[in-house]
């Protein structure tokens, strides 16, 4: 079975959530939306305090390209602008809607029957771009990269195919898993719509092994969608790299930046991601709601949730049984690569994957002892690099040296400290060593015009 | 025998040869070092520390050759050698010795564990640099010290610590050369260096928090609220100026009357190194303590 080459592990999956259906999540009291919940320049707001808006109205609008709008999940009054602590644990710029019943804008088609692409001959690689930048999605597996500007490829680049990440490597998390058995139809008619932005025919739906029942219904509903193709993978951990999963399905390897996979030949959506396209091409809707998995060990009631964007994070852990008391660590995304919460009050964004809730015993970090050359991180590493080298380098503040050892292609996915048996905070260091460095790189950049 | 002597005479020759080449090369390709260089270097610390703003000690001595060349020492100073080492150096150079006030380093948080509650725990690598990288930290305040000690190490001179009641570092005055290492190594910038003023007696606004007063109020109790109150109380002197809901006491237009100090709702003003305040009756028995004339002059007129 397929896998990326080099380097990964294998954390225990725990994918509680699996046999729990997707069910919607009530409408919040005041809904919370972040002008940062993507990569590249913030949204600017167009709506000001007293404004009443409907679900899907525009709430801000793009900052620069690489950027995405932002759209109202709810109906109600603006309540005011104004900064407030977010999942990344700064406070920043966002909109504050007061919600007022439930009120939709008549553009969007609510309706749930299925429009194939064949059904829809007038759209064409231009339009199905431009309806996906405006209706603000992005990468949907946590990255939140905008998704308009990986369907636009450089000048002088050629996409070859699509590869839907469908892995879901990250454990506990079920999301993507749930999404694939209850509307593949919908998915594939996305992948459909993708292929055809980008002008390819061929197209890659990637599948850990550990989904066998999402593996077969895929395999069984693409046979009626030319050129894609279902590849299950073997279960690896960190497979939903972009540049792993392009490894895995087609063997090749993505160069250390500023090489990016379209220099390769592929485009890489997250299957939530095709399911938001479908959903804003064929239904005139914008990207106002997603399934989070909310899940853990001491939680109640594991489940899979289609909350709106905007929606406290308190609430989404009221719905599945509420906060366990011997909480220690509530956590943004999955285990590997979120982030700790600061606050429950922290709302749901683009990118909110998945809230973990892990007890006081799995919380707690075990106390780091001093490293003893075994080498695993560096087996570990599915960049080929050497964290423990990045990590010292990072601590003794070398970045010269950092750089040349391409600490700008870390993934920053944690399997070195996943693996590491002296319980190093590997990526902690690594993480302030890519910043600082990148820094650099981008003032010399600047520097340099 | 005759094998000996030829690999004697061999040898002497091959040795000859290369001693003249040696010798015609080192000629040749002399490097001309200015000696004042050397010189100015011995009495340098040897701290190699770059808080002069050059990379070493021969660096530092390389520019003030240069320096004395182009007819002034203005504006070079060895924060660890203070006065006297630069009195040394103009010595060597020929030059006379420019005047420059003694800085140190100055934490500018009050954030204690009282003041600044812990709303979080961090259980990463101990490094402000990682703690710093979570956001907020595991305060309320995006600004305050993170309390992890890389200022603590980065000090070649022993004159900070942490103080584990606070949980803030303290500067020990004595030691603290001003090179500003600290400095540098804080990621929120709290450090500053600073004029010591005289006998070390300044005013500094003990608070680096920009967010609007009341979010900094709730964050700390010892936070600027950005009022401004104390901007107003040096109207006279216009030495503070309030910025990004932040004041800041200018050190060079400060006359040290410690009007806003009393004026600041927060208690985020601090005085340093003054003596003991008296009960208000008592009040001139301060001034005559004090020879500075602006402390005489200030709280006759406040009356």
Known sequence: MKSFHIGGVHPAENKLSAGSPIREAALPRQAVFSMFQHIGAPAKPVVQKGDTVKVGTLLAEAGGFVSAPVYSSVSGKVNKID???????????????????????????????????????????????????????????????????????????????VIINAVECEPYLTADHRLMLEHP?????????????????????????????????????????????????????PQGGEKQLI?????????????????????????????????????????????????????????????????????????????????????????????????????????????????????????????IRCAKCVSACPMGLEPYLLSKLASMEEWETAEKNDIVSCIECGSCQFTCPSNRPLLDMIRVGKTTVMGIIRNRAAAKK | MNVILIAVIVLGVIGLVSALVLYFISHKFAVHEDPRIAQVSEVLPQAN?????????????????????????????????????????????????????PKVAVVRCNG????????????????????????MGDTGCPYGCLGCGDCVSKCQFGAISMDAETGLPVVDEE?????????????????????????????????????????????????????????????????ITLENNLAYIDAEKCKMCRKCEEACPKGAIHGFNFPPRKPKAEEPAVQSTDNTPNQNVEPSKAE
Not at chain 1, 91 to 101: F, P
Not at chain 2, 181 to 207: D, F, H, Q, T, Y
Request: glycine content about 12%; proline content about 7%.
């Open chain 2, 49 to 101: 520390c770059g808080g002069c703003g050059y990379p070493g000690c021969s660096g530092f001595a390389a520019a003030c050759v240069k320096a004395a060349d182009a007819g002034s020492l203005e504006g070079k100073l060895c924060p660890v050698g203070g006065q006297p080492v630069m009195e040394q150096v103009a010595g060597i150079l020929g030059m006379a010795a420019v005047a420059s006030a």
């Open chain 2, 112 to 135: 204690t564990c009282e003041n600044r509650p812990r709303n979080a725990e961090f259980d990463g690598a101990v490094s402000c640099r990682v703690k710093n990288m979570t956001g």
């Open chain 1, 185 to 237: 139809e919908e998915i594939l008619v996305g992948v459909d719509l993708i292929m055809k932005a980008v002008n390819v025919t061929k197209g890659y739906i990637g599948i850990e092994n550990n989904k066998p029942d999402a593996i077969r219904l895929m395999t069984e509903k693409a046979k009626q969608y030319p050129g894609i193709e279902v590849v299950p993978l073997k279960v690896k951990y």
């Open chain 1, 247 to 371: 490894d895995a399905v087609i063997g090749r390897q993505v160069p250390a930046p500023p090489a990016i996979p379209i220099n390769v030949g592929a485009v890489v959506q997250n299957v939530g991601t095709a399911y938001a396209i479908y959903e804003a091409v064929m239904k005139n809707k914008p990207l106002i709601d997603r399934v989070i998995t909310v899940t853990g060990k001491s939680v109640r009631n594991p489940s899979n949730l289609l909350a709106r964007l905007g929606t406290p994070f308190q609430q989404l852990i009221d719905e599945c049984g509420g906060l366990p008391e011997d909480t220690g660590k509530v956590i943004g995304g999955g285990p590997m690569m979120g982030k700790a919460l600061l606050s429950l009050d922290v709302p749901m964004t683009k990118g909110s994957s998945g809230l973990l809730i892990m007890n006081k015993k799995e919380a707690r970090r075990a106390e780091p002892q001093p490293c």
């Open chain 2, 175 to 239: 030691k603290c050369t001003a090179c500003g290492a600290c400095a540098k190594a804080c990621p929120r910038s709290i450090i500053e260096i600073r004029l010591k003023g005289p006998k070390g007696r300044r005013v500094v606004v003990l608070c680096n928090n920009k967010d609007k007063g009341a979010i900094a109020n709730k964050a700390c109790k010892a936070s600027c609220i950005g009022c401004g109150k104390c901007v107003k109380t040096c109207e006279k002197f216009q030495a």
């Open chain 1, 83 to 161: 900064a407030v602590v977010d999942a990344s644990g700064t406070r920043r710029m966002a909109v504050i809607v007061d919600v007022e019943g439930d009120e939709w804008e008549e553009t969007i088609d609510r309706s749930k029957s299925l429009v194939r692409l064949s059904d829809r001959p007038d759209l064409d690689s231009k339009t199905i771009v431009e309806k996906i930048k405006n209706a603000g999605i992005v990468g949907m597996g946590g990255a939140t990269f905008p998704c308009h500007v990986k369907l636009t490829p450089p000048p002088g680049s050629k996409a070859e195919c």
